[in-house]
């Protein structure tokens, strides 16, 4: 599949500004609808949703292989509930990818 590199940098930039550090709160509705995917801090969530958006199966199907892409567990959800974490968030509906934040190294 060949995409245009002048709307690929376009749609990048669009996810880019709509991606946004929020809640565990603020994505319970979209949690139980089934729509919240788990992306690992492995990964670029920029990238990811990128890859989601262009519909990239190969991608996507590697990801979920090695459990770096997945729908987000009761277990996950449960601690992030606890704990009211801040996620980044990036939407490609009807999904709403979320990944923890990534660790300090300081």
């Known amino acids: ?3 245009d590199p002048l709307k690929d940098s376009e ?3 669009k996810i880019n500004s709509e991606t946004a ?3 565990w709160s603020e994505l319970e509705r979209h949690f139980a609808q089934g729509n919240v995917v788990y992306v690992s801090e492995e990964l670029d969530l920029i990238e990811v949703a990128l890859r989601i958006a262009h519909d990239d199966k190969a991608s996507i199907a590697r990801w979920m292989g090695e459990g770096k892409l997945a729908k987000v567990t ?3 959800a449960q601690t992030w509930q606890a704990a009211d974490s801040p996620l980044w968030a990036s939407v490609v509906s009807p999904f709403v990818l979320v990944q923890p934040e990534k660790k300090s190294l300081h």
């Open 11 to 13: 749609l990048h930039d």
């Open 74 to 76: 009761t277990v996950q």
């Open 21 to 23: 550090r929020v809640r």
């Open 1 to 3: 599949m060949k995409t």
